[in-house]
Every structure is written in C-alpha cells, then in structure tokens.
C-alpha cells in the first residue's frame, strides 16, 4: 500500500493494512474504541448503505463522532464536507449548498423554527452510537468511491472558502506502516487541516490517537494526555503558549512537539526545548489549500534557504514576497461558482504568507492581507510580536492597529505575562517602560508599539490561531 502514490483506498482498508486494530481512538468523554471497531462499523449506527454515492455533510458536535462518521463514509459517500466546530450556523445552509450536500449527516437537529432555509437545505440523516460487537469481515470493501474531502478554511470572519482534496492529497506527507511505541496527540479538532492530519496518520501508521474533548480544559487534557502515555503532540503556537502557562505542562513528557498553523517565533521554540528537553522540537508550514509544505527540526525560527530546493516531493518559490507552493499535497480547487482560482498556470498555490530571506535563512514576516500601514510604512504584526514574546516576563503578545488622525494607524500591543505586575509600586509602567525599550532595541521606529495594554488572556479561535481583525 502507498497512498503517496494516489492508490485508491478507503480508510476502513487503510487500518486494516496497518496491522494494528487494537490500538485506540480516546476522545475521553466523548468516547473511546478501538481502529478495529471503528472501521467495523460498531462504534456509530450509520447506515451507509443508504449513502452510497452521496454528497454529503458532516456536522456533528464532537471528535469521536467525526471520526467514527469520517472512517465509514470515506470510500462510500461520493464527496464528504467537515463542517467544524465553532463555525456560525448562518453558514450552514450556503456549506450545503456550495458542497452539493443532498444529506447532511448530524447528531443534532438542525432545522430551526422559523429558519425554514436550514430544513429546506438538505435531508438529514440522524446517527447514533452502535452498541454491535466488531465484525472483521466489514473492514473489505468490495468496491470503494474515490471519495472528495471538502474541508473549510479556517478564517474568523465572513463566509468559509470550501477547499476539495482527495485522501491521496491529504495523507501524501504521510509514510503509512505500523509504528509501535508511539502515541498521537493534538489541540486541534480533527475536522480542520491540523488535526485531520495527525487523525489521518495515526489510522495509517496504527497508533493511538488521544483527543480533547470540548467539555475540558487544557490542564485536565494536558494531564489525560499524561495518563495515556501520549510521544507525539501537535498543536499552534498559541495552543502551545497557553500550554505551557498551566501547571499541568509538567503532567506530559512528549518525544516529539510540533507546531503549525501560525509562525512559530524564537521564544516559543526555546520555552518549548526548556519545558521538554528531550523532545524534538520541529515546527512545520501547511494551510487548507497548499498542504503540508516543510517540517524544520533544528530548533530555530524560520527555514534554512535550501529547504526550497530541496523538500523532497514539495516545490516552493518566493513570488512577489509570499511563499508558492506546488505538490501532490495540495488541494484540488475552491468550491463554488464565485471561487478564485486556488492555483496558478503552473499549478502553484499562493499561501499569503510573506517570507523574507536573511542570512543564508528564510523568516516569515506575516500575512500579506494582514499589515498594519503606519503613515505608509508597512508593519507586520507577527514580527513585532515576535520581539515582545523574547521579553523575559511576556508569555504572549498581540499586536494590532489603532485608528491615528496624522499617521492613519499606530501600533499597540496586547500582553500576557507569566505573572501578573505589581501596581504597588509602580512596577507596571515601568515594565511597559522596558517592554517598548526592549522593541525599540531591535525595530524601527514605526514598528514600535505606541501603547502596552496587559490583559489576562488572548482570544484564540477553534482553529488554535489568535485571533486578529484581518483574520
């Protein structure tokens, strides 16, 4: 079997040829079975027979449903939409819509009163949990789809883009094959491109998959994840950053931490290494549309200039300042009659994300759509953040713009710190005193922040990223 190859496979299948049905998906309250009893069928009572050939949408309220819908649909439903937590109904009807879905698959009851185009959209089809014993003989099937994987962008604001993949382009970064001794985990929820990843490689490889569940805090998963024995955990930045400022950082001891989805900064890496100094510490590039793009495991910031030479599998080029992409990883094309284009001529995605070359090294600066512009100077928020988050007292930063009659915008910042100062004594203007000192060390002037504000917490979104007014 090699999915890298674009064989055509179902997932059902996939467990089977990885020769370990016992280890297990916990998703803790939500529920825990085995791949085997996954694949089989008795995990979940839904009837695929009646779906096969369907498009359909998957909009259930917790992870062990997901994947229990995830594994039995793929190979019988003819396109599949994830429909993720956190994500404003109001887009439901326009997801069905956009996806085709002629049977939304839930374990809620969708239709409103008085919301008569949520009840018109489609035809719902309830699930329920199975209570069957494992039937082996189910794990073949005699004649699998090549199912679509539609998968929604991950923005804040406004409507979704819908992203089709293919399960080939989706687990072409990963080497199938049983890996004994390790244990998978992730902050993200597996119906966004993060956790679908590690979801997807822990039923290639046959190893454990441990998931939060929505109803607990980041200490108690921290301390599950303990428990469960857990090697391998995946989340953000942010993800990571709240992490470590809990007491129940201290309950895993990982063999390998990974962070993605935003741009892991120095001080991140470091408090990562310093917190689990026997893991490895890698940090990798992927979006929705481009895939998985790199993996850097030497501890630093940013990417060495020739891993864009040489990514096995993986091209990649800087064009006008952001990174492009072109590989079997990425994604088909947006759904929907009003859709950009996802790539270009030549088949490269644009990612948005502005990288500069220094030093033999590229760095990501940010996004293109997310410069503050100060009097015509251009400002990337994440590298102020980056300066502040090497303060010493800083667990994290925010920046973002202020309206200014003369310059049009001005930096400001918000901070979290490890502890909280003293106004006693006066102690906090005058760390807000070395906080801009500190900036303006290592920025130009109109990147340095006009205000301080700390605040107690960060907004992050259900996707594991900050959440920022351009998102």
Not at 448 to 465: E, H, R, T, W, Y
Request: hydrophobic share 40%; net charge neutral.
């Amino acid at each position: 079997m090699n999915m890298q190859r674009g064989s055509l496979i179902s997932l059902s299948n996939a467990i089977a040829a990885a020769g370990a049905l016992s280890s297990r998906l916990d998703a803790g309250v939500e529920g825990n079975a085995s791949w085997g009893e996954l694949a089989a069928g008795s995990a979940l009572d839904l009837r695929t027979d009646e779906l096969r050939g369907s498009s359909v949408l998957l909009a259930v309220i917790d992870q062990f449903s997901a994947a229990a819908a995830m594994i039995q649909l793929d190979g019988v439903a003819r396109r599949m939409a994830l429909y993720p937590p956190g994500l404003s109904r109001e887009h439901l009807a326009y997801v069905a819509e956009t996806a085709g879905a002629g049977v939304i698959v839930t374990d809620q009851p969708l239709s409103e009163p008085g919301n008569s185009r949520d009840v018109s959209i489609a035809r719902e089809v309830p699930i329920t949990r199975g209570r069957a014993e494992s039937n082996a003989e189910t794990l073949a099937e005699n004649s699998p789809v090549e199912t679509e994987w539609i998968l929604l962008t991950s923005g804040t604001t406004g409507r979704p883009k819908l992203v089709q993949h293919t399960l080939a382009s989706l687990t072409a970064a990963i080497e199938p094959g049983h890996r004994p001794g390790r244990a998978w985990s992730t902050f993200y929820d597996i119906r966004r491109y993060g956790g679908l990843q590690i979801f997807l490689r822990s039923v290639l490889t046959g190893t454990p998959l441990v998931l939060k569940s929505a109803q607990q805090s980041v200490a108690e998963f921290l301390t599950r994840a303990g428990e469960l024995g857990v090697t391998h955990i995946l989340g953000t930045p942010s993800h990571w950053r709240r992490a470590l400022m809990s007491p129940a950082a201290n309950s895993i001891a990982p063999q390998y931490v990974r962070l993605s989805g935003e741009i892991a900064d120095q001080a991140i890496l470091n408090n990562l290494r310093r917190q689990y100094p026997r893991a490895t510490i890698a940090h990798a590039f992927a979006s929705t549309e481009a895939g998985v793009a790199f993996v850097v495991e030497d501890g630093l910031m940013g990417l060495p200039a020739d891993s864009l030479m040489h990514t096995p599998g993986v091209e990649m080029k800087v064009e006008a300042g952001t990174l492009r992409v072109r590989s079997n990883r990425t994604a088909t094309r947006y759904l929907g009659d009003d859709g950009p284009p996802l790539k270009d001529a030549e088949g490269f995605v644009d990612t948005g994300d502005a990288i500069e070359l220094r030093d033999g090294r590229y760095y990501f600066a940010g996004r293109r759509d997310g410069i503050i512009n100060v009097g015509g100077l251009k400002v990337h928020p994440e590298e102020v953040e980056a300066v502040i988050n090497r303060h010493p007292q800083v667990s994290m930063s925010l920046v973002r713009s202020r309206k200014s009659p003369i310059t049009g915008a001005i930096v400001v910042a918000d901070v979290v710190l490890k502890a909280p100062p003293s106004t006693d004594n006066g102690s906090t203007p005058a760390l807000q005193r070395d906080i801009l000192q500190f900036c303006r060390a290592e920025l130009a002037l109109h990147k340095v922040p006009a205000a301080i504000n700390f605040v107690p917490i960060l907004a992050v979104s259900d996707s594991g990223k900050m959440v920022r007014s351009h998102a």
